[in-house]
């Protein structure tokens, strides 16, 4: 399993980083509609939907939906006025999602039988993440097509870190359960772990004198998104528990499917964009 894991981080770590960085800013947002789409795919089992019709006109209605988001255009004065809001929201889901893992499986009486309460938390955990990817990667794009895709990576290397680093301080020193309900493996001396890493490599980044924000904002926004991106961890676990899946899906080798891989970014993207973009 661990093999697997790692020879398909070797093919999707440079993958990733050529999308970022050499994809034009119109194609990756293609991209990332399409990868949302695939996420609203697996979706569908948390709504108990096995029909592929329907699986099929969900995960369409998902890709038009962002579509319209993004095509939208610009001159519409409401359009950055939707995206902040929309991720303004996502901080109220975060809070709830908090709750909600924090409370399984008695939290599950509110939601587990209710699909609308379900829809709104497919809406909540993708349309704020693609919001939040379109606004990083769209910083200073005129003048320098790179210098967003720095920022995305940026958050893209602090939620591996913390996964990272929980996963080897959890097989070290681990004893202590830190969601047992939800997620049996994750241990609180790895959750502390994974936090160490990824602040000193927050520290480190800032540090490097790229990114332009005071380090008080930089560093409340980083610590936040390393935090959530964990709970977005927790809450899809939560989600697949209550589904009686293990994998959101079997795409790719090792990691299981599109949500098992973005699970924590669809927390710390749009966290870490709201508070860097919008609390100047």
């Given at each position: 399993?661990?093999?697997?894991?790692?020879?398909?981080?070797?093919?999707?770590?440079?993958?990733?980083?050529?999308?970022?960085?050499?994809?034009?800013?119109?194609?990756?947002?293609?991209?990332?509609?399409?990868?949302?789409?695939?996420?609203?795919?697996?979706?569908?089992?948390?709504?108990?939907?096995?029909?592929?019709?329907?699986?099929?006109?969900?995960?369409?209605?998902?890709?038009?939906?962002?579509?319209?988001?993004?095509?939208?255009?610009?001159?519409?004065?409401?359009?950055?006025?939707?995206?902040?809001?929309?991720?303004?929201?996502?901080?109220?889901?975060?809070?709830?999602?908090?709750?909600?893992?924090?409370?399984?499986?008695?939290?599950?009486?509110?939601?587990?039988?209710?699909?609308?309460?379900?829809?709104?938390?497919?809406?909540?955990?993708?349309?704020?993440?693609?919001?939040?990817?379109?606004?990083?990667?769209?910083?200073?794009?005129?003048?320098?097509?790179?210098?967003?895709?720095?920022?995305?990576?940026?958050?893209?290397?602090?939620?591996?870190?913390?996964?990272?680093?929980?996963?080897?301080?959890?097989?070290?020193?681990?004893?202590?359960?830190?969601?047992?309900?939800?997620?049996?493996?994750?241990?609180?001396?790895?959750?502390?772990?994974?936090?160490?890493?990824?602040?000193?490599?927050?520290?480190?980044?800032?540090?490097?004198?790229?990114?332009?924000?005071?380090?008080?904002?930089?560093?409340?926004?980083?610590?936040?998104?390393?935090?959530?991106?964990?709970?977005?961890?927790?809450?899809?676990?939560?989600?697949?528990?209550e589904a009686g899946?293990?994998?959101?899906?079997?795409?790719?080798?090792?990691?299981?499917?599109i949500l098992d891989?973005?699970?924590?970014?669809?927390?710390?993207?749009?966290?870490?964009?709201?508070?860097?973009?919008?609390?100047?």
């Amino acid at each position: 399993m661990l093999i697997h894991r790692i020879l398909a981080a070797l093919v999707l770590i440079p993958l990733v980083i050529i999308i970022l960085f050499f994809a034009p800013l119109s194609v990756f947002s293609c991209i990332i509609i399409l990868v949302c789409g695939l996420a609203a795919w697996e979706w569908t089992q948390f709504l108990h939907i096995d029909q592929k019709q329907s699986k099929l006109i969900f995960t369409l209605f998902a890709i038009v939906l962002l579509s319209v988001l993004y095509f939208m255009p610009d001159s519409l004065t409401f359009k950055a006025s939707l995206y902040k809001v929309i991720l303004y929201l996502s901080i109220i889901w975060w809070l709830v999602a908090l709750c909600l893992v924090a409370t399984y499986p008695k939290s599950t009486q509110y939601w587990s039988d209710c699909n609308v309460i379900k829809l709104l938390f497919a809406f909540f955990t993708l349309v704020p993440f693609f919001i939040g990817m379109i606004q990083l990667r769209s910083i200073n794009y005129v003048f320098n097509s790179y210098h967003g895709a720095i920022w995305l990576l940026y958050v893209f290397v602090l939620v591996w870190a913390t996964d990272t680093g929980a996963y080897f301080a959890g097989r070290t020193f681990g004893k202590r359960k830190l969601a047992a309900k939800v997620s049996p493996g994750k241990t609180i001396e790895g959750f502390i772990g994974g936090v160490v890493l990824s602040t000193i490599i927050c520290v480190i980044a800032y540090f490097s004198f790229f990114f332009k924000i005071s380090f008080s904002l930089f560093l409340i926004s980083s610590l936040c998104a390393i935090l959530v991106s964990v709970l977005g961890d927790l809450t899809e676990s939560m989600f697949k528990r209550e589904a009686g899946i293990k994998d959101s899906g079997h795409l790719i080798p090792g990691h299981g499917g599109i949500l098992d891989r973005i699970d924590s970014l669809t927390a710390a993207v749009p966290v870490f964009a709201t508070l860097s973009l919008y609390l100047l």
